[in-house]
């Protein structure tokens, strides 16, 4: 699973051929989530508080463009 890019600790990664909707997995140590990229809200959440996910979206919201755009890459259609 290639990694997209790191920020403020977190790994944003794109699985290739993983299932709709289009979302990133991130991962920073222990703690996991997977945020829509469309709708950019969290679909799943372990380990991270609120106010870390809270800036997980932030920094999805920045990277909106570049994140569909890689998912694209690994996947047919959305």
């Not at 299932?19 to 469309?38: D, G, I, T």
């Not at 508080?49 to 690994?74: G, K, Y």
């Amino acid at each position: 699973m290639p990694t997209v890019f790191t920020e403020d600790g977190c790994r944003f990664k794109i699985y290739p051929n993983d299932h709709p909707p289009a979302h990133v997995h991130v991962r920073k140590a222990e703690n996991v989530a997977r945020v829509s990229l469309e709708t950019v809200e969290v679909l799943s959440s372990e380990g991270f508080n609120s106010r870390e996910l809270s800036r997980i979206i932030e920094i999805v919201e920045d990277h909106q463009a570049e994140l569909l755009e890689m998912w694209d890459t690994f996947h047919e259609s959305r």
